[in-house]
């Protein structure tokens, strides 16, 4: 049982939550079963129905869209989804969801309060929750899909909340723009490729955005593909998402380091092949090529100098990962947003 807050980043009514059976980019191992009510910011409770009942249930690697709930959103309201989730036996799973804070969420009650009560505990923990709340807008909407890896995910930037989501690809969306993260830590674009369970997994997400913020590459690197290897790999996943009607952005790849990364000095790059093929991706990103919308410039927002293949001073605190300064610089450099 969790209660996740949410913001809405416009106007809309006839909002449905969309839950998903996926754990770490695959198909979970089982069924689970789902009820869930929405509540207003001043507390009124309204239930959630899913093809007329109460419960529904979502099949391995399934997505679960509930019947349109009856409520009206504003621009920049706060909202919460009450979500309890149940297996048919011991021994079975449900995939974990969003990291909740004090500041976005309380869980994890083993009763069910979907309709009443004070959820209290739990908080500081992944959680179950929707994968993405979606509604009829009123007026222009703008809604991101964000795929990738770790940096993307959020990995290392932990002191955003409760102001924005972690990543630098949250911090820049600001609260402007509705976004469903997707982004997997250890991901390799080779992993996102056709007919790869991580992809058949994640990808009907996409559906329901209009723009894609794509930083796959560097894990790539490290595992010492080419530069065409590369290349094709991340054409494919560009034209796949162009292909469903969304405008791609794909982010340049950011260094790799090991030593003490509180100076440039004492910091080492990671073998010269590798940071070559970093380089080679980065400038042909930069060109643009089809059938990318944009890029969005990550690299000079953190490296000392272009292709230097350093971390400005406390940028890192891994070598691979942006600190939250690094991740606030990040977002910085690529606004405002070309959406």
Known sequence: MTRVRHRATAGAHSVRFVYTNIAGGSVGPNPITVKAAFEYSLGAIVPVFFNGSRTGVCAPGGILVSDPIPVELADNDLFYSRN??????????????????TSVGD?????????????????????FGPSAIVGSKVGAATA??????SILQGLGD??????????????????????VNVALAGEEASQFQPGNARRLSRLPLARYCTHAIVNHGINDVKADSTTAQIQQRLTNIWTALANMGLKVY???LTPVTTGTFTTEAGQTKQTQ??????IAVNTWIRSTPAPL??????ADAVETARNSGIWKANYTTDGTHPSATGAAAIATAVAPLPF
């Open 84 to 101: 309890l989730v149940t297996v048919g036996s011991a021994g079975e799973k449900w995939p974990l969801g969003p990291y909740i804070s």
């Open 273 to 278: 092949a590798r940071e070559d093929v970093r």
């Open 250 to 252: 794909q982010s340049t």
């Open 107 to 127: 869980g994890t009650a083993a009763t069910d309060l979907v309709d009443s009560g004070a959820i209290t505990g739990g908080n500081a923990t992944y959680a």
């Open 158 to 179: 932990g002191s955003s909340e409760p102001t924005t989501d972690a990543g630098w690809g949250a911090r820049a969306l600001n609260n402007e723009y509705g976004y």
């Open 293 to 298: 919308t944009g890029f969005l410039e990550a």
């Open 144 to 149: 991101v899909l964000l795929l990738g890896d």
